[in-house]
């Protein structure tokens, strides 16, 4: 084991860990290459943090993949991505049932490529069964697209009689989302450097810890992600009360 995994707190391991992996075109950029070259390359980012995450114990990792937003850019560039997704399912599917992964998607999976959306569903079946950790892809993932769809839902079984608007409570809300029956993250991780959140988990990370690092995704890995947790650990995370608190409990 690693200096750097010993000084992981084991008892303090977050159940949720979220991702923005960001900087891909970025990284590519920099070595004259071309953006998805920078796409292809953060695959092995991937694995490197999915390892790392379920070695630890961290029982959930959502990694932002594709925004509804990111359909605006060249097309070249989305017909990569889309390639590259299948891919790397059709690639990694063994290797996920050998280590006990768990594939989910969040997101308009129905609006992806037919091709994709066949081997993301098929993976999800394949690996349903799993349990060391749970992948969840957001493809196709946007927030304000999953609250909205959350709110007609909502409104449409009231009109139905099956709620009442009474009955309308955070946990509810939360059971609309597409991350119903999941756990809000308590460590929200973005690369490359931007401060923002780009439409991501909006209502689950209400609570969340930031954590930003300039290092662009294709150089994110085990030791990257390990120096996320360890910062995380360090926080005093207070939900509203005060330090003595904390403290006391
Ligand atoms: C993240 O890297 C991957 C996706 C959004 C699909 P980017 O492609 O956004 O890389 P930059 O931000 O342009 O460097
Ligand atoms: C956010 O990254 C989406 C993903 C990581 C998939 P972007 O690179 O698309 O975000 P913005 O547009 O720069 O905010
Ligand atoms: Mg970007």
Aim: hydrophobic share 40%.
């Amino acid at each position: 084991m690693s200096n750097l995994t010993e000084a992981v707190d084991k008892n303090k391991i977050p159940k949720h860990v979220a991702v923005i992996m960001d900087g891909n075109g970025r990284w590519a950029k920099e070595r004259g290459q071309n953006r998805l070259d920078g796409h292809a390359m953060g695959v092995d980012s991937v694995r490197a943090t999915l390892k790392a995450a379920r070695e630890l114990g961290i029982s959930y990792l959502t990694l932002y993949a594709f925004s509804t937003e990111n359909w605006s850019r060249p097309k070249d560039e989305v017909d990569g991505l889309m390639d590259l997704l299948v891919q790397s399912i059709t690639n990694e599917i063994d290797e996920l049932n050998e280590n006990g992964v768990r594939l989910l998607a969040i997101g308009d999976i129905d609006g992806l490529p037919e091709k994709c959306s066949h081997s993301l569903k098929q993976a999800i079946i394949e690996t349903a069964k799993n349990d060391e950790i749970s992948l969840i892809l957001a493809l196709n993932y946007s927030s304000k697209w999953e609250i909205t769809k959350a709110i007609k839902s909502i409104a449409s079984d009231i009109k139905s009689n099956l709620i009442d608007v009474d009955q309308i409570s955070g946990e509810l809300i939360s059971s609309y989302l597409a991350t119903k029956g999941i756990p809000d993250p308590e460590l929200l991780i973005r690369t490359s450097g931007e401060h923002r959140l780009s439409n991501f988990l909006l209502w689950q990370i209400a609570y969340a810890e930031f954590y930003f690092t300039d290092v662009h995704w294709p150089d994110f890995g085990r030791e990257q992600f390990i120096q996320a947790l360890i910062d995380f650990q360090r926080r005093e995370r207070r939900f509203g009360k005060v330090s003595e608190q904390i403290i006391a409990d």
